[in-house]
């Protein structure tokens, strides 16, 4: 158990379906990010919260839609998605968002496309 | 950008050494952590390293030049459970507010 916890874990949809994944992090950290992680390719960051605020958007399709209700939660929002998104969806929060702060992970939301 | 090169699988035999390599090209260095991965799993935390030099931390090390733009994860007396992906991960100033840029993970199997 990292301390951050991740819903569903898994979640196949259609592509004209809408979804939410959830994260939440009980560790009073200051930064949340949303990273996605494809069979044979590299970690790849796609937002970044601190404080609530979004830091970073990683050239994401629009069909992914992040919110950031408090430093707690963190949702991504799907929407009309592509075969080619199925992944796995890990969230991940630390203290900060520089210097010497680990990231913790969640366990991932397997998402498949139809 | 960024490039950051390591090895995509390795073998070795439980009780062995085995030593995994990561090689980086930023502009400006801040930082580096290694992340290990189970299948099925979240990354985990290992290490990080800033300064140059060697890090140790029970049966798992690393070390780290800046010069040469070169990091390297060292497991001693290997067990099983370490059959994993260990991701080398670089913090660069320039890049994207100060985050994270993954490698590729090697993935690790332990024999016995």
């Known amino acids: 158990e990292t301390g951050v916890t991740q819903t569903p874990r898994h979640l196949v949809m259609g592509m004209t379906n809408k979804k939410s994944l959830k994260c939440e992090q009980h560790?009073?950290?200051?930064?949340m990010y949303w990273y996605k992680q494809s069979a044979k390719k590299p970690l790849e960051l796609m937002f970044v919260?601190?404080?609530?605020?979004?830091?970073e958007n990683n050239s994401v399709p629009s069909r992914f839609s992040p919110e950031c209700p408090n430093s707690s939660h963190l949702f991504l929002h799907l929407h009309t998605l592509q075969p080619e998104d199925s992944a796995l969806y890990l969230c991940?929060?630390?203290?900060?968002?520089?210097?010497?702060?680990?990231?913790?992970f969640g366990p991932g939301t397997r998402l498949t496309v139809l | 950008g960024q490039n950051i090169d390591q090895p995509t699988e390795m073998t070795a035999t439980e009780g062995a050494i085995v030593q995994i390599n990561c090689t980086y090209q930023t502009s400006g260095f801040n930082g580096l952590f290694w992340y290990q991965q189970h299948a099925g799993e979240a990354p985990t935390f290992l290490s990080y390293?800033?300064?140059?030099g060697l890090e140790e931390k029970g049966r798992f090390s690393s070390f780290l030049s800046r010069s040469k733009g070169y990091s390297y994860l060292l497991l001693k007396e290997l067990q099983m459970k370490d059959s994993a992906s260990y991701l080398c991960a670089v913090r660069d100033i320039y890049n994207a507010g100060n985050m994270l840029t993954f490698g590729g993970g090697t993935r690790l199997m332990v024999k016995p």
């Open positions: 560790l009073g950290h200051n930064a």
């Open positions: 991940a929060s630390s203290l900060r968002t520089s210097g010497y702060n680990e990231q913790f």
């Open positions: 390293n800033v300064l140059d």
């Open positions: 919260y601190s404080l609530e605020e979004r830091v």
